[in-house]
């Protein structure tokens, strides 16, 4: 399987440092006119208006001394925030931390002699980044109910205190918001204060849900401050995913380079976020579920409207391969993300019905392409044959790589689908098993061509064995890659083997009409001679063999069987010829003998140089036996018997024999003749003999 990894390998605009991963993002929404308003108004009230009396008020020179420490630790900048996290900590439980734990629970206020802080006070604290004025802000909202539930103030005051209130949560919020954007720019302290801030206020959003608010105020809870998180991640998310690759690289597309960006942008996100976050988030935030639905949500949107467009070949490719196999397997199943992701159900960046679609482009595509390089490399193959270049010799044999081509073709193929999915792969190695063999049936088609055409080019008989030789590799490479059924896989190889018998007959058609004359000798002779002329002919065929040492072995072997069954053959088809009619007992058991010896040289010679034609080692001594028998039953049951071996053993073929048996009366001949009616349930015959034979 493809792996992820392998595509963000020098990827230009990825340049990062593992695990300080920074979230970029926009500076906080400015507020409306509506908003500033009130916090113009905000600042002319004193803190008596503002503030309970019994509340003690924050001091001044504390505000300075922490402003200044805050600025300081601004100044160190991410590089140094790091240092924060992992020096100086104190042991911690194991897990996220809760609201019910201490450390994340807003502060109480310090009991500080000096009146409160006024306004104009919160502002500049709130303005200056001191979310510790948050506990002020809360205060003074639950005064302002108070004072509303008592009626112990006008309505008006009541109306321009309430927009105050919310002058300066607009401010709170906007801090709070910028940290939580941001989060690992912020100083761990820091960022515990703001998420302390937001789970203060679910609290105080849940405690206002069963309480009454009074006619002259204006409803302001839920303010949902952990939604308005959830959203700004949402917005980071498109921030960090739509962020453009600073070069595309060079032979990559366009949609390409998205993918691969978007991918790593979010595997590396998430990391940090389960690395870095986590450990410093209330359980109550869910914040590796919340950063990872927001990531794949962008991701998947991104990806719908992409695939709307007409994609090319290699687009859609990689639209699938990231779908289908790399997101959820590399991504989501990553070592460091799939327990913390197991919980969360994302689903597919894409639709069922839009991956289907793809799917059936991706493999029509694919096939076409397949079928196009197949008959690119045939016509490659055929035009050096044309040229008349000799083959390559590779271990004493003539070698064509194009059934190395054509395998490696289809299997590119297969592989780039199963890289997507096996199911993917299931379906496109049907199809391009059909294409192999509609591309085996040209080659054929072709190297026939090639076969009648080209007899006078000087490499014609070299380039034929290499062909035959080829289709070994053919045969043991589809038997090697797919599972076929055998019955199927025949089918599929027939061309080669028509291919290879083509190649045959040619190979050995000089040396049969070598052999043509000689076979003559033994009726233009009546059979005088049989030993000499034999041993003529086997001569010639040694002489001969030679040619053939470039075939590979198993060839060599498949051809010395066909030159064992042309001698057979021949030798019945001068049997056959009814030039001698021998009337005599002793005539008959003498040509016997000279049959019986001929079968027997035969044998060997073909046997020795690696025929395994076992199956015509009873043709001739048969013949011989049925010319040697005198009883008319014995000879019955000897044709019966030779009927079974080689089922084409026609009437036609007997009466040829018979008629050398001069001292036959008709009436025996036809007696014989009909025990070839019986039927004895042999089928045609899988490898032909006597079909061969033509008789008078």
């Known amino acids: 399987m493809l792996k992820m990894v392998t595509f ?116 500049e604290a709130l303005e200056s980044g001191r979310l510790e004025a948050a506990w002020q802000v809360l205060a003074l909202e639950r005064e302002l109910e108070a004072e509303a539930a008592a009626s112990r103030r006008s309505n008006e005051e009541l109306v321009r205190q309430q927009s105050k209130v919310e002058a300066l949560y607009l401010l709170l919020r906007d801090q709070v918001l910028a940290v939580l954007r941001r989060p690992l720019e912020a100083a761990p302290e820091r960022l515990r204060q703001a998420l302390a801030v937001v789970s203060q206020q679910e609290l105080e959003d849940r405690r206002a849900a069963g309480a009454p608010v009074a006619a002259v105020l204006v409803a302001t809870r839920p303010r949902r401050w952990l939604q308005l998180w959830r959203d700004s991640v949402a917005e980071v ?23 691969l960006h978007m991918g790593c942008t979010m595997k590396e996100d998430l990391e940090a976020v389960v690395e870095r976050l986590k450990p410093l988030f209330p359980a109550e935030f869910n914040v590796v579920h919340t950063y990872a639905e927001s990531y794949h949500a962008h991701f998947a949107a991104q990806l719908c409207t992409l695939a709307q467009f007409e994609l090319c070949e290699r687009d859609t490719y990689f639209l699938l391969l990231w779908v289908l196999n790399l997101y959820p397997n590399d991504i989501l199943n990553s070592p460091k993300l799939a327990k913390e992701l197991q919980g969360i159900r994302l689903g597919s960046l894409l639709p069922p019905k839009q991956i289907r679609l793809l799917e059936a482009v991706f493999l029509s595509n694919e096939v076409t392409n397949v079928k196009l390089l197949m008959t690119r490399a045939l016509e490659l193959e055929s035009q050096r044959w044309a040229r008349d270049v000799a083959p390559q010799s590779l271990d004493g044999h003539y070698h064509s790589e194009l059934a190395i081509d054509i395998i490696q073709i289809v ?3 297969q592989d780039k689908a199963e890289n997507i999915t096996p199911e993917v792969g299931v379906q496109i190695r049907q199809l391009l098993l059909v294409e192999l063999a509609a591309l085996l049936r040209s080659y054929q088609r072709t190297f026939d061509e090639f076969l009648e055409k080209s007899k006078l080019l000087t490499n014609y008989r070299a380039n034929i064995i290499a062909n035959i030789n080829n289709c070994l590799s053919f045969r043991t490479s589809v038997e090697q890659k797919w599972q076929i059924p055998q019955d199927t896989l025949n089918h599929m190889l027939d061309p080669l083997k028509d291919l290879k018998a083509h190649g045959f007959d040619t190979l050995l058609q000089s040396l049969f009409s070598d052999l043509k004359p000689l076979f003559k000798k033994f009726t233009q002779t009546r059979w005088a001679t049989p030993v000499e002329t034999l041993e003529e002919i086997i001569a010639t065929v040694g002489i001969r063999l030679p040619e053939f040492s470039e075939l590979k072995d198993c060839f060599q072997e498949e051809l010395m069987g066909a030159v064992h069954l042309h001698l057979v053959k021949e030798y019945i088809i001068r049997l056959s010829k009814r030039r001698v009619v021998l009337k005599t007992e002793e005539q008959q058991q003498q040509l016997a003998r000279h049959i019986l010896a001929n079968a027997d040289v035969i044998q060997h010679f073909c046997t020795q140089n690696g025929s395994n034609a076992t199956w015509l080692n009873q043709a001739l001594p048969r013949l011989a036996e049925i010319i040697h028998l005198q009883d008319s039953n014995a000879i019955k049951i000897e044709v019966a018997t030779y009927a079974t071996l080689y089922p084409d053993f026609s009437k036609g073929h007997l009466n040829a024999i018979l008629a050398i048996k001069g001292n036959l009366l008709s009436s025996e001949v036809r007696s014989i003749r ?12 899988s490898r032909p003999l006597f079909s061969l034979i033509k008789v008078g």
């Open 8 to 123: 963000f390998q020098g990827l230009p605009g990825q340049q990062s440092v593992p695990g300080t991963l920074d979230f970029p993002g926009s500076p906080p929404k400015p507020r409306s006119t509506s908003e500033a308003e009130p916090e113009a108004s905000m600042s002319e009230a004193s803190s008596e208006d503002l503030m309970p009396s019994q509340e003690a008020g924050m001091a001044r020179d504390g505000e300075e001394e922490e402003s200044a420490k805050k600025e300081k630790k601004k100044s160190k900048g991410l590089a140094n925030m790091f240092s924060v996290f992992t020096k100086g900590k104190k042991k911690k439980k194991k897990g996220q931390p809760r609201l019910s734990d201490p450390e994340v629970q807003p502060k109480s206020r310090p009991e500080l002699d000096g009146p409160p802080p006024t306004v104009e006070e919160l502002k």
């Open 237 to 259: 998310a498109a921030e960090r995913l739509d962020a453009q690759p600073a070069v595309v690289p060079e032979g990559r597309s366009e949609a390409e380079t998205r993918f």
């Open 674 to 685: 009909n025990i070839l009616d019986i039927n004895t349930g042999v089928q045609e015959p």
């Open 411 to 413: 299997l590119q193929g």
